[in-house]
């Protein structure tokens, strides 16, 4: 199974920060790699797909890079919605598999 | 509007069995697969399992392997998770979650249904 892997496992950051969180996957996705928003009592929703494309109706703010093992997502001018729980996730193969997540809350 | 809600959860006894239930609108539910992504109180997200859009594919994580059975009724518009022999690491809430394709990225989700087994 590929492992997913995300750091830091929480961080604490003000509005209007920039922030990035890094995800690595034990062996080569391609781009195959998935980020997820998830706020408390809520389902989780995606914001960025095959590495780098932006899901309709998430704020431009939201950006991925990466492929083969090595992944970030960037939120720029960070807002209030954004403190949240992101999780990473690989499609490349079955089983799924999800990075253990990102805590972001407010400084 | 897409929309997939589960039901079927609820409070069970160890080795007892459960049958999950998620009802999809707003989309041709046939022509996309379909998974079930569950999570522990407090913890990340764990991928269940996922089927195809017309069954033809089956995927299990390694620790449903064997316990769970996912299945779906297209004519229903219905996605299912029949789930053996529950233990306490069964314990999470289920979400049913839309893919439009098998390995794909995970684009809508349930709003989720509590498992809890407890004696």
């Known amino acids: 199974d590929i492992q997913m892997t995300q750091s830091p496992s929480s961080l604490s950051a003000s509005v209007g920060d920039r922030l990035t969180i890094t995800c690595r996957a034990s062996?080569?996705?391609?781009?195959?790699l998935n980020w997820y928003q998830q706020k408390p009592g809520e389902a989780p929703k995606v914001l960025i797909y095959?590495?780098?494309s932006l899901q309709s109706g998430v704020p431009s703010r939201f950006s991925g890079r990466g492929s083969g093992t090595d992944f970030t997502l960037t939120i720029s001018n960070l807002q209030p919605e954004d403190f949240a729980t992101y999780y990473c996730?690989?499609?490349?193969?079955?089983?799924?598999?999800f990075g253990p997540g990102t805590r972001v809350d407010i400084k | 509007q897409v929309q997939l809600v589960e039901s079927g959860g609820g409070v069970v006894q160890p080795g007892r069995s459960l049958r999950l239930s998620c009802i999809a609108s707003?989309?041709?539910?046939?022509?996309?697969?379909m998974h079930w992504v569950r999570q522990a109180p407090g913890k990340g997200l764990e991928w269940v399992a996922l089927?195809?859009?017309?069954?033809?594919?089956?995927f299990y994580s390694d620790s449903v392997k064997g316990q769970f059975t996912i299945s779906r009724d297209n004519s229903k518009n219905t996605l299912f998770l029949q789930m053996n022999s529950l233990t306490a690491e069964d314990t999470a809430v289920y979400y049913c979650?839309?893919?439009?394709?098998?390995?794909?990225?995970?684009?809508?989700w349930g709003q989720g249904t509590l498992v809890s087994v407890s004696s």
């Open positions: 979650v839309r893919s439009y394709d098998t390995l794909d990225y995970l684009d809508y």
């Open positions: 707003g989309f041709t539910f046939n022509s996309y697969a």
């Open positions: 089927i195809s859009y017309d069954g033809s594919k089956i």
């Open positions: 062996q080569s996705i391609s781009r195959y």
């Open positions: 095959t590495a780098s």
């Open positions: 996730q690989q499609s490349y193969t079955s089983p799924l598999t």
